[in-house]
């Protein structure tokens, strides 16, 4: 893929921004449309309510691998100089941010991406909990809260454990990447075929995983053809909001993290709209949590994501997607702090009715 045409005609900022608009647009519609939610696999498991949810997002964290490892298979990327594997990654910022931002998803009823995608669509409560996260995420990732992050972080990483690779550690080659990859779609289509879900669904999820294979090569081939060095990245939501809200003390300029921001917000509107299920949502409705239990969710996934180096996306298919050990982690560390936390806070773990005004999927 040659962007150079596309660097000269609007620079290299623009073009980031460009394929992050692009990325985003993809990212927001498919979410919107299959309601693809961690939170509600998650919740699909401590509440034994069936498992439409937890397909639709094992498809797309099975296509996300999948995907990756074959482009680094055949050397369309090279994730060597990344962030995940060119410095030692906190180990313990992966568990204990992971736990904190796990918990806050469930006070929150949505992890940063959906909540994203359910701001577009018109929930106020969605919009308000952004809002917490970007500013609790700034504080941890460059304010008052970076002594505690660094403090955390710092007490164990991969430089103890000999590195990030899941397949250096399995002494596996690369190849080996591609079969798991293959082994988990192959499982994700059993599930979804168990659970008979709708096949437009089941081709969603599959293209929201493959946003995260777009983002992996589009970042890296910009990466080769710029002429100030960047690193090769893919989507994550906790770190765009937080740079985004730097850019209003002037840091930095508008790149990826933003377009992908308002690539998503936008193609999520616009699935909204297309499916009718745009709808104004606030806090005063019957049936909904107050706004103090969304604003400490808020608070623990802006500082836990932060810690994680990475929300449910960034860290879990993202990070996942190269099979680095500590985004594995964290995402692992995710999933039992949303489980404990259903289960503590929410109740029983006993399935809710199809028809009650919050549906859990949705919310």
């Known amino acids: ?26 990212f927001g519609f498919f979410a919107q449309q299959t309601a693809f939610c961690t939170r509600s696999a998650v919740l699909d498991l401590t509440r034994r309510r069936g498992f439409s949810a937890l397909a639709i997002w094992f498809i797309g964290f099975a296509v996300a691998i999948l995907g990756v490892q074959l482009l680094l298979a055949n050397g ?13 990654q906190s180990l313990s910022g992966a568990l204990i941010g992971g736990l904190v931002f796990g918990i806050g998803m469930v006070l929150a009823r949505g992890c940063v991406s959906r909540l994203l995608v359910l701001g577009a669509a018109g929930n106020l409560r969605a919009i308000f909990t952004v809002f917490v996260i970007g500013l609790v995420g700034l504080g941890t990732y460059d304010g008052v809260l970076v002594p505690l992050r660094d403090g955390i972080g710092g007490l164990w990483n991969t430089a103890a454990i000999g590195g990030n690779d899941l397949l250096v550690h399995a002494a596996l080659p690369q190849s080996a990447g591609v079969w798991l990859g293959a082994i988990l779609a192959l499982a994700a289509l059993a599930l979804a075929i168990v659970t008979r879900l709708p096949v437009w669904k089941g081709f969603g999820a599959a293209i929201v995983g493959l946003t995260i294979v777009g983002g992996w090569y589009f970042t890296y081939t910009l990466s080769t053809q710029v002429f100030e060095p960047i690193q090769a990245e893919s989507l994550s939501f ?60 808020g608070v623990l996934m802006g500082f836990g994501g932060i810690l994680a180096v990475g929300c449910t996306i960034g860290a879990g298919l993202t990070g996942g997607s190269v ?9 692992a560390a995710m999933v039992v702090g949303a489980a404990i936390a259903d289960r503590v806070i929410d109740g029983r773990g006993a399935t809710r009715p199809a028809t009650e005004p919050f549906p859990l999927a949705a919310e």
């Open 1 to 26: 893929m040659d962007l150079v045409p596309v660097i000269d005609s609007i620079g290299e900022g623009g073009t980031a921004l460009v394929g992050g608009v692009v990325l985003g647009l993809l």
């Open 76 to 88: 369309s990327v090279d994730v060597s100089e990344t962030r995940f594997f060119s410095t030692a």
């Open 238 to 297: 906790i770190r765009p909001l937080a740079t985004t809200g730097a850019l209003a003390g002037g840091a930095s300029s508008f790149g990826l993290d933003q377009g992908l921001l308002i690539g998503t917000l936008l193609g999520a509107f616009i699935a909204s709209l297309a499916l009718g299920s745009f709808r104004i949502a606030t806090f005063s409705e019957a049936g909904a949590p107050s706004i103090v239990r969304y604003a400490i969710g």
């Open 323 to 331: 099979l680095a050990v500590s985004s594995l982690t964290g995402l």
